[in-house]
């Protein structure tokens, strides 16, 4: 005989599929009632400082951009105006040259506010007028929001413009730290901070400064021609390839000028050897 299906089983399982359906379908939707909620209660505490802190930022950049376009601009009408002041300078037109850049010595920054000071005091030395352009280079040396290098040159040209009036060891004193191999004006302030020492009858120190700007392949050939010049007068060997020094004072035979040329070729008087 044959067994009859077991109904009651067969419907209480459909039961419980159906039911754990259901239970399933209620937690997924209480999850994103509860993950609403959430998203909603996070919108209402942080939404606005969220939106307010964008825009502030959108607002900070776009002011920084203009900044910055503000900036490029005024730094590149300084420029013009600057060469257009050297030009009235290379033309002689010293007193226009220097009033085109008074408004920038006064109120410029940075390089800008150095180079229209440093122009000045060129200008200013160039028309003779040296008590002026000593007091605009002692003004530059000491502006501390100009770069250093323009500082730099301003004190060595301060003392360059008054050394004769200075006391020696003033000169010492002002410009030693420059007076360094290595540093950017060595060989300008290492000849005054020589001539001071020598003028103090520091002839040790003097012979010894001059061999070392004699020296340095950085300093023009002109100023280490008569440092070399200096420190053998003061008993000082400031030569470290003797060749190198003969072909640097004669030059090359095409570099030579007409009267050597001229000189070589000329026959000698009679007895000459």
Known sequence: MALLPNRNKNNADAK?????????????????????????????????PLIGLLVVGLLAFAGFLYWQSQQEAALEESSETIVAALDQVEAGNLDTGSQTVADLATNGEGAVKGAALMLQASAASEAGKTADAVKLFEQLSQ???????????ARLRAVASQFDDLPSAQ???RLDAMAKP?????????ELVAMAHLDMGNTAEAGALFAQIAKDGSVPESLRGRARQMAGMLGVDAIDDIDEVIEQMSGPPSSRTGSQAAAQQAPQPQGAQ
């Open 16 to 48: 419980a599929e159906k039911k754990a359906a259901g239970d399933d379908v209620l937690m997924r939707e209480v999850d994103e009632a509860v993950r609403k909620d959430q998203v909603e209660n996070f919108g209402r505490t942080y939404g606005r």
């Open 143 to 153: 502006a501390g929001d100009v770069p250093e290098a323009y500082r730099d040159l």
């Open 171 to 173: 000169v010492v004193e």
């Open 182 to 190: 290595g540093e950017p004006y060595f060989g300008s302030a290492g």
